[in-house]
């Protein structure tokens, strides 16, 4: 009779306190790694904002070049036919905020929200948006100012931009900012944690606050506050300067 015998190997294995060492390191580089992607989304978020925000700048300087005129706000709380176009006669209505008007821009909906996925604030100088607005600068002595987007003048629709020591970024007197642009960061609009002057950049009209982020408790901060003038937003986005110097003849 024929045996056959049968040679056993020992195969490789983890012991317990192996495991437990692996698992260990796993941890460690887990609780190193966590912080910085996290830090990596913040910052991806924050600069999709930031990339937004400047499109929609051009955008709205390409309007007023092609229409003479700035649009309206959009109604947040528009029916799906008619969000992101531009409410008619927001000056009649006083609606000075709202949404970016992105169908009207001729911009993807995505780009009127920030990289948090929130609908970022349009608030727009009021006068800037008349329909009486025909050209961009005098071409003669007989059109009237009221049709001239660049000789529009400080009124009862200006908007004010103040800095952290609550004072007026712009002189008014020399030029007039033509709107804001508001991301309002990660947290929105919650008033729960909004300090005084993000709940002011989520209620007010006309008013708004520019000035570095803080995450104190008692001042939160974390909106991403854009603004220009009129003057600027056609010299630096339109490159039709309102005022341009004479040459000689």
């Known amino acids: 009779m024929l045996h056959f015998s049968r040679t056993k190997h020992s195969l490789p294995g983890f012991t317990l306190i192996e495991i437990a060492i692996v698992m260990c390191i796993m941890g460690v580089l887990s609780g190193l790694g966590l912080p910085l992607l996290n830090q ?26 092609i229409h003479k005129r700035l649009p309206c706000p959009a109604d947040p709380a528009a029916s799906p036919s008619e969000k992101g176009i531009e409410q008619e006669s927001c000056s009649y209505k006083k609606a000075f905020r709202g949404i970016i008007p992105y169908r009207s821009l001729g911009i993807p909906e995505k780009i009127a929200k920030d990289g948090y996925h929130n609908w970022m604030t ?37 908007l004010n931009v103040k800095n952290s020591d609550h004072v007026s970024v712009v002189d008014s007197s020399s030029d007039i900012i033509a709107f804001v642009l508001i991301s309002h960061g990660q947290s929105g609009k919650q008033p729960s944690i909004s300090g005084p002057d993000k709940t002011n950049n989520a209620t007010s009209d006309q008013t708004f606050i520019d000035k570095p982020i803080s995450l104190s408790k008692e001042d939160y901060f974390d909106d991403v506050v854009k603004w220009v003038t009129r003057d600027n937003l056609m010299a630096f986005y339109g490159r039709t300067p309102c005022h341009r110097e004479k040459t000689a003849s």
Not at 130 to 151: G, I, M, W
């Open 40 to 65: 990596y989304i913040k910052q991806k978020r924050a600069q999709m904002s930031e990339d937004h925000l400047e499109k929609v700048m051009h955008s709205l300087a390409t309007f007023v070049v």
């Open 122 to 158: 349009y608030a727009v100088n009021l006068d800037l948006t008349s329909l009486e607005l025909k050209h961009l600068s005098t071409p003669d002595d007989t059109v009237p100012p009221t049709a001239v987007f660049c000789e529009v003048k400080k009124g009862d629709n200006e």
